[in-house]
């Protein structure tokens, strides 16, 4: 089945703590993307990747880091989280090209104390 | 700056009637997507527009995008309580860039 399975689903830490939440696609797709979806706010695109070792900054990168190590995963990291990232947190995938379409994982509810 | 806006943010109707949501920006976007979200869940695609004025359905949804490439449109017709949910725009601008930005969102509310 094809799928972007993020882990955990849930997950409370504390302030400066850091943390990492996987996301892994069996779809073989080139482009990777972390979201992060805020009431009011919508989605916003935190980091991407193109391809491995390729990625790019999103609209809201500050206080994240990524890697694309290799094509199936694509981890984002906390290294000092804060309680403004507290959020919901959605991994994507995708062929590159036209269309773009966007497969989605389950999300990450993070809450930092 | 949101590149993509929705409207209306909010909308709330008894089971059976008509409506429409709308997606508009002021950049060309090389094709356009709507997503339907549950609560706690991810985005799943609905459908995918590419040329401009294409329209396409899904069963009661009918999804237009512009001429110009611009904005997009969907319309649900005879709405049912299944269809309650957050509706997405999306979309990657051909200027070449891969950020792939979301609409603003609409979230739809289906009384029976």
């Known amino acids: 089945e094809a799928q972007v399975t993020q882990n955990p689903r849930y997950l409370i830490t504390v302030t400066g703590k850091k943390l990492t939440v996987t996301c892994s696609q069996n779809?073989?797709?080139?482009?990777m993307s972390w979201y992060r979806q805020d009431p009011g706010l919508g989605l916003r695109q935190i980091y991407y990747s193109m391809n491995v070792e390729v990625t790019d900054k999103g609209d809201v990168p500050e206080g994240y880091k990524v890697s694309r190590k290799e094509k199936r995963n694509f981890p984002l990291i906390l290294e000092s989280p804060s309680p403004n990232q507290t959020s919901l947190y959605f991994c994507?995938?995708?062929?590159?090209?036209?269309?773009?379409?966007?497969?989605f994982g389950q999300g990450t509810r993070l809450t930092v104390v | 700056t949101q590149l993509l806006e929705q409207s209306p943010q909010f909308l709330s109707i008894q089971e059976g009637e008509n409506l429409t949501v709308y997606c508009n920006s002021s950049?060309?976007?090389?094709?356009l997507q709507w997503y339907r979200q549950e609560p706690g869940e991810g985005p799943v695609l609905l459908v995918t527009v590419v040329t401009g004025g294409e329209v396409k359905k899904l069963k009661r949804l009918t999804f237009q995008f512009g001429d110009a490439r611009k904005d997009s449109s969907l319309h649900i017709t005879a709405a049912q309580p299944g269809d309650t949910g957050l509706y997405l725009c999306?979309?990657?601008?051909?200027?070449?860039?891969?950020?792939?930005?979301f609409g603003t969102g609409t979230r739809l509310k289906v009384l029976a």
């Open positions: 950049s060309v976007f090389s094709s």
């Open positions: 999306a979309g990657a601008r051909a200027s070449g860039t891969y950020k792939y930005i």
């Open positions: 994507a995938s995708s062929r590159t090209g036209t269309p773009f379409e966007a497969f």
């Open positions: 779809m073989n797709h080139e482009y």
